[in-house]
């Protein structure tokens, strides 16, 4: 869902993402708060650090609302709930066979 609007230029791109980062920040859930991910530094859409987002996802109290939060949202670009897009793309399938 999200990932088709990055299609323009560079700058375009940067500001689809910077719009998302803030429909994210204000439509976080109240869970959010005790999410292993809340104080991190580490950006969750840039999957060159896909090892370290999934390791701060693993141990994670509220790793299985997150993965719900993120097939309901439609996320296509962030790992959320210890899943990258495709591995979520995968669940949202078996679910709909």
Do not use: K
Request: proline share 2%; charged share 25%.
């Amino acid at each position: 869902m999200f990932a088709a609007v990055l299609d323009g230029t560079d700058l375009d791109n940067q500001r689809a993402l910077e719009q998302l980062a803030v429909l994210l920040v204000r439509h976080r859930p109240g869970w959010h708060l005790i999410a292993a991910c809340h104080r991190s530094e580490l950006d969750f859409t840039d999957l060159h650090h896909r090892r370290a987002a999934l390791s701060v996802c693993n141990g994670c109290a509220v790793r299985a609302q997150c993965l719900e939060w993120a097939i309901d949202l439609g996320d296509d670009i962030a790992i959320l709930g210890g899943t990258t897009p495709a591995e979520r793309a995968v669940i949202i399938s078996e679910r709909a066979a």
